[in-house]
């Protein structure tokens, strides 16, 4: 497994931003549609060694913008956006983009990001892209089982998921059990810490996370075989994301080699 870090976990000039990151001993990172659009930006994200794992398509949606809207314009703006970001982050080598559910549970809601998201994973396939959906509580995919059985019941074969340990947290699922369910269609993981109720993205081990539990995910992650990245997602809020995201890392690191 990789070991990564949400580049939007620090604020401030992109440079420095880089820089810490390297500096922090990370080499892969996870960046928004916007980040390294401009060839410098990328020819130092290159020289310090950083590479790309996943890019999250849904950042900076155009306002009013939605997969599973009911305005078929405002639907086929939030499909460009996110092809975009696949081609972009197709150009910057990454192999995985990732969505977040829409609002609307209804049939209706659920068939229209349906097709939103069928035509985005074929159009990703063709750039040898994999799209995974992320399990969002709040959203009409609220839950890590519930979403995966969502994505097989599509049935195509360039969706998968996208597992978050906060949100597992917020829904009470067992780690352990939804890894093993996922198999192989886990594409993409992120690590962060709660209180259980809030979408807080703390450090590990700060909130209601256990080394138990962390050890279980890591072991779980191993027993399929995972070998994508694990991504440590942490808020840019926290009093200080440098001493957050070094203490995490810390952290992932003997427990994933423990």
Same mark, same amino acid.
């Given at each position: 497994?990789?070991?990564?870090?949400?580049?939007?976990?620090?604020?401030?000039?992109?440079?420095?931003?880089?820089?810490?990151?390297?500096?922090?001993?990370?080499?892969?990172?996870?960046?928004?549609?916007?980040?390294?659009?401009?060839?410098?930006?990328?020819?130092?994200?290159?020289?310090?060694?950083?590479?790309?794992?996943?890019?999250?398509?849904?950042?900076?949606?155009?306002?009013?913008?939605?997969? &599973?809207?009911?305005?078929?314009?405002?639907?086929? @703006?939030?499909? !460009?956006? $996110?092809?975009? #970001?696949? /081609?972009?982050?197709? *150009?910057?080598?990454?192999?995985?983009?990732?969505?977040?559910?829409?609002?609307?549970?209804?049939?209706?809601?659920?068939?229209?990001?349906?097709?939103?998201?069928?035509?985005?994973?074929?159009?990703?396939?063709?750039?040898?892209?994999?799209?995974?959906?992320?399990?969002?509580?709040?959203?009409?995919?609220?839950?890590?089982?519930?979403?995966?059985?969502?994505?097989?019941?599509?049935?195509?074969?360039?969706?998968?998921?996208?597992? &978050?340990?906060?949100?597992?947290?917020?829904?009470? @699922?067992?780690? !352990?059990? $939804?890894?093993? #369910?996922? /198999?192989?269609?886990? *594409?993409?993981?992120?690590?962060?810490?709660?209180?259980?109720?809030?979408?807080?993205?703390?450090?590990?081990?700060?909130?209601?996370?256990?080394?138990?539990?962390?050890?279980?995910?890591?072991?779980?992650?191993?027993?399929?075989?995972?070998?994508?990245?694990?991504?440590?997602?942490?808020?840019?809020?926290?009093?200080?994301?440098?001493?957050?995201?070094?203490?995490?890392?810390?952290?992932?690191?003997?427990?994933?080699?423990?």
């Amino acid at each position: 497994m990789k070991l990564a870090c949400c580049a939007w976990a620090l604020t401030g000039a992109h440079d420095n931003t880089l820089r810490q990151i390297q500096d922090l001993g990370f080499r892969w990172i996870d960046l928004q549609p916007g980040d390294l659009r401009r060839e410098r930006q990328r020819q130092m994200a290159a020289e310090l060694g950083l590479r790309v794992s996943c890019l999250g398509a849904s950042f900076g949606m155009p306002a009013g913008a939605s997969l &599973d809207h009911a305005d078929s314009r405002l639907r086929s @703006e939030a499909l !460009a956006h $996110v092809r975009d #970001a696949t /081609g972009h982050a197709a *150009a910057l080598g990454a192999e995985t983009v990732y969505v977040i559910p829409g609002q609307d549970a209804s049939p209706d809601g659920l068939s229209r990001y349906s097709d939103s998201l069928l035509e985005l994973a074929a159009f990703a396939s063709t750039l040898g892209i994999r799209v995974a959906l992320e399990h969002f509580p709040g959203t009409a995919l609220h839950s890590a089982q519930g979403t995966l059985d969502y994505i097989k019941g599509l049935g195509h074969p360039n969706l998968y998921l996208l597992y &978050d340990s906060g949100h597992i947290q917020m829904t009470g @699922e067992d780690p !352990a059990r $939804v890894i093993h #369910a996922a /198999g192989e269609r886990l *594409a993409y993981v992120h690590f962060d810490d709660n209180d259980g109720a809030g979408d807080l993205h703390w450090a590990l081990l700060d909130g209601v996370m256990t080394k138990e539990t962390l050890g279980e995910t890591c072991r779980a992650l191993e027993a399929i075989a995972y070998e994508g990245a694990v991504s440590l997602e942490l808020s840019p809020m926290l009093p200080n994301p440098i001493d957050a995201l070094a203490r995490s890392r810390d952290i992932l690191l003997r427990t994933m080699h423990a």
